[in-house]
């Protein structure tokens, strides 16, 4: 097993130790296979897509998908627990908060300067945990886009409640359900009150305007913090990870590359869906009321290890092509609820992987898996660069500015 591999399969363990396992050996079975007391399993990006695209067949809210952890949480209408009508003209008014120039808009006002520290930190021979750089960054921009003066406390508790889940757990306990409610409803407050004032320069003003309630307005802040940072969390530090164990520097970090890493880590290790009515998913009879776990990991890793397809000079350049058509993208999801904030998500990586870019050799000095989390990640990885084969370790020559960061 090659090292980016073994780290991988670490981070996977240390999240999940009896689900990846499990899991695994579903997929070795073959391509839909029913586990007792976990559903059925799908490994093949043919069959996921089948899934996720038939919405009469499969849904998010019946027995067995996710809407029971989310909505005594968020409330009953939060994107994520809706379907049909209603979450399509929920998520075209949510639309315009993901446009690509107004998420590049934000992240370069907001990362600007976390980002240039990071590189001032680094050129002077200190060593960066980047998961706090990913964290606080991903944190402080959705604070802004959904127009939260600060998410502090509060927001680490409702995260921790929600990490604390397990894969396929589709129900918080009483006390954890409070917990995260009381916690995210102490931040949406601030929402609500900039809601009532309808100052359509605030976002929650902007998502009156646009004609959410108070009550979506209070959930749509929810889900969005809790959507946009967990993920990039997880995947940025991985991708820094994968880049150094797979003998390459951040320099070698294009958009290409970027795809492929997505690809191996599909940070949402599984999607959950509810049959809807008695059906076959690749010769598998499904009943109806019975959960259909799509297993993204195992659907993206069956296309091979990492192996980022190499163009000269295409480091910012157009799409390298969507690779095999049932794969395409999975690691966003496919169908209705495909994710929200990909224009986002990429802005970030791409952000920071740009900031990286002034160091070509980068060392991972220190790593710890996190335990025991919804969203496999690292819970520490720390950096420091080299120079000419060492590490710096005294105040380095002023660096040209790194590319812009988004
Ligand atoms: C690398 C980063 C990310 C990955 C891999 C990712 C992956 C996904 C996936 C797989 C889904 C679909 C889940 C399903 O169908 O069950 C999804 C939905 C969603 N994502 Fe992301 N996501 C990422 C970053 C973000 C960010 C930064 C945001 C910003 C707020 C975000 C917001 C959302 C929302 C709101 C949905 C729900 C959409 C709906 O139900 O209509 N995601 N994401």
Redo the contacts with the bound molecule.
Sequence with gaps: MEEWERWERRVQTAAHPFAYRLLSAAAARGPAVRVPRVGVVVSDARLAREV?LDTEGYT?TGPGAAAGLWTPVLGQRV??NMEGAE?AAL?RRLAGLFTPGHVAAVCERVLRAPLDDLVRRLAAGGEVDLVRVVRDGATDV?RELVGLPDAGADFAEASAVLSSVRLWRTSLTGRQAARARAALARLSDAAVTAYRAGDESTVPGRLRALGLDEGEARGAVG??LL??TE??VS?VPRLVALVHDSGRGPDRITDALIEEA?RVTS??PV?LRSAARPGRLGGVRVAAGERVVIA?LLCTRAYGPFAPRVRPGADRGPDPGPGPADLRRL???AG???????P??MA?IRAVAGALRAFPELRVVDRRPARGVLVPAYARLSLRAVQAGRLITRPAPPLRRPRRPV
Excluded: D
């Design positions: 996720l998010k994107l994520i979450h998520r959705i889900v969005l959507t946009g993920t990039l995947f997505l940070p949402t999607m993204t690691w966003f999801g209705p609820h495909f994710c929200l904030g990909m986002l998500a970030e």
